[in-house]
């Protein structure tokens, strides 16, 4: 089978196509033929060794995919051959075929593409457990999203919205926070050419933001910060500005609000249930039309570093997917 992976950390122009042997299912796997994968920013960290793990090599990017199931190891009693199915595997997805834990898949209900379904684990499923999970987020309550156009921003604008939250999308051109709107935010700030801190205060008098959901860093997070309500929860989820902010702590003394870290893979490892009821329930609400991944674009296999190009180059709006059978 074909496989696009990476013998040395260099970028996307590391990354090459190899044929090496079908895997087989041991006791308690499955073997799926992937039929499409969710790319992230964080492959792209991965191929350049700046992520959080070093990846044993050669690896291959992608850390969502969907497919349908080919053969079923030993003791796999609750899924069945020819049935489509997505999971997190953390890694190695850009591939034809692929082995992993029965436990990691989780069934796609009729209805919705195996494009979509690749684009919501990480990003849909991120979102949807620091809203629920870590934020405690309440209906009517407002969110700010900082970084709201990307694959990562859009997902928090659509589940805050399917909520019940007042979304508020930030970003740094009006044409992506058109985009937000699309998906549901109902106010904008275009944070080149308007003071983030006075906007997000003057959108939420009298109280402040209830929950800030950011997945960017950077200069913008004390700013952000500084326009919390009393008690209000200031998601860190990443830094994809490539700059961890310092914080001044007597902001946070100051607002009575909490600082919450969001590690979703760490909270993957440690609640596989809950995991797999959050994802459920994004499928759900895909199937229900109450929220639409937006593909970015569709490459094959061949063009896998391409589509991590125009990733890493901040060229994209929502999620980017490779067909790894194209």
Avoid at 62 to 83: F, K, P, R, Y
Avoid at 188 to 199: C, E, F, G, P, S
Avoid at 268 to 275: C, G, L
């Amino acid at each position: 089978m074909r496989v696009a992976q990476f013998a040395e950390f260099g970028g996307p122009r590391a990354l090459h196509i190899d044929r090496v042997p079908d895997p087989s299912p041991g006791p308690g796997d499955v073997l799926v033929k992937v039929t499409a994968v969710g790319l992230n920013f964080f492959d792209t960290l991965v191929l350049r060794n700046k992520y959080q793990i070093t990846p044993p090599l050669p690896f291959s990017p992608g850390a969502e995919i969907a497919g349908t199931i080919e053969t079923l190891g030993e003791c796999v009693t609750d899924l069945h051959e020819g049935q489509r199915v997505v999971a997190f595997i953390g890694g190695n997805g850009c591939r034809e075929k692929i082995v992993t834990k029965a436990k990691n898949l989780i069934p796609i209900p009729d209805g919705v593409s195996d494009e979509t379904a690749a684009g919501v684990p990480v990003t849909y499923g991120t979102a949807i457990h620091a809203l629920k999970d870590r934020a405690n987020l309440k209906p009517g309550e407002t969110v700010a999203v900082l970084g709201a156009a990307g694959g990562a921003g859009i997902a928090a604008v659509e589940v805050a919205h399917n909520m019940g939250a007042r979304v508020i999308a930030v970003a740094s051109s009006d044409e992506k926070l058109a985009f937000a709107r699309q998906h549901g935010a109902s106010e904008l700030i275009n944070y080149k050419d308007q003071d983030l801190k006075r906007r997000l205060k003057e959108l939420t008098v009298p109280t402040g933001v209830d929950v800030l959901y950011d997945c960017v860093g950077g200069p913008h997070s004390e700013p952000a910060l500084r326009s919390m309500a009393w008690e209000g929860r200031y998601l860190v989820l990443g830094f994809a500005s490539g700059e961890i902010p310092r914080i001044p702590l007597n902001l946070v003394l100051l607002k009575g609000c909490a600082i919450v870290g969001v590690f979703w893979t760490s909270f993957v490892e440690r609640s596989p249930e809950q995991h797999r009821a959050n994802t459920a329930k994004v499928l759900e609400w895909c199937r229900e039309g109450k929220i639409a991944p937006h593909i970015h674009g569709v490459f094959p296999l061949e063009e896998t570093a391409e589509a991590l190009s125009q990733i890493e180059g901040r060229q994209v709006t929502g999620k980017v997917i490779v067909h790894p059978q194209a």
